[in-house]
């Protein structure tokens, strides 16, 4: 498998207030953790893998590059802001740490419009946009500082100032029917569900 020319940045640096402080990156779904499915994927996919965490030593076990925040607010785009500033490549593609079914064909849809042009490739729902699965240039660290200076924490924030190319449902359904790739963990409710996901696919 060939790999992008860019980085690839997973943000495991949340409060996970919901589950009670644990840090969902490290939750097993199935057998193993989400976050050791993720590095395994962009260790495959992308020429640097950056996990953005402010607890480094939960992720000493991987060969990656693990950062923390350079702005003490807690927000996505704060997490975003660290991985581009650390990136050695122009673009990243960042997701989220507790997306345990995000699947390579998702990323493929994205990665194929890779343009040295743009600077957000966003895939778009009918629940909206889908920024903690998306492609984010250098270019944009510093509108993100702008927004981090002011305390606007809204990724969306950064669109009407960027080149955004957004990728229709239709396009994500395609190799994602499901679109099984934005399901994510917030509660003890979810981390059940995404057990019996698991032995779903598992079975099929």
């Known amino acids: 498998m060939s790999r992008y020319s860019c980085s690839g940045i997973i943000l495991a640096g949340g409060l996970n207030r919901r589950m009670n402080g644990q840090n969902k990156a490290l939750l097993s779904v199935g057998t193993r953790s989400i976050i050791s499915r993720q590095i395994d994927l962009f260790q495959k996919m992308f020429e640097q893998v950056i996990v953005v965490s ?8 991987w060969e990656i ?4 925040d350079l702005y003490s607010l807690r927000s996505s785009l704060t997490g975003i802001h ?13 997701s989220a740490c507790d997306m345990p079914f995000l699947k390579k064909e998702m990323i493929d849809i994205i990665l194929r419009d890779l343009d040295p ?4 490739i966003v895939p778009k729902t009918v629940e909206g946009y889908q920024p903690l699965c998306a492609v984010y240039s ?7 500082e702008k927004q981090l200076k002011s305390g606007l924490l809204k990724i969306s924030g950064l669109f009407p100032k960027m080149k955004v190319k957004t990728i229709p449902e239709n396009v994500l359904r395609s190799l994602d029917p499901d679109l099984i790739s934005f399901f994510n963990i917030n509660t003890q409710e979810d981390l059940n569900r995404s057990q019996t996901l698991f032995s779903n696919l598992e079975a099929s």
């Open 82 to 94: 660290a991985g581009l500033f650390y990136s050695r490549w122009p673009q990243a593609f960042v």
């Open 54 to 61: 402010n607890h480094p030593l939960d992720f000493a076990s």
């Open 65 to 68: 590059t693990v950062v923390s």
């Open 117 to 120: 042009n743009l600077e957000i």
């Open 138 to 144: 250098r270019r944009c660290l510093p509108w993100i």
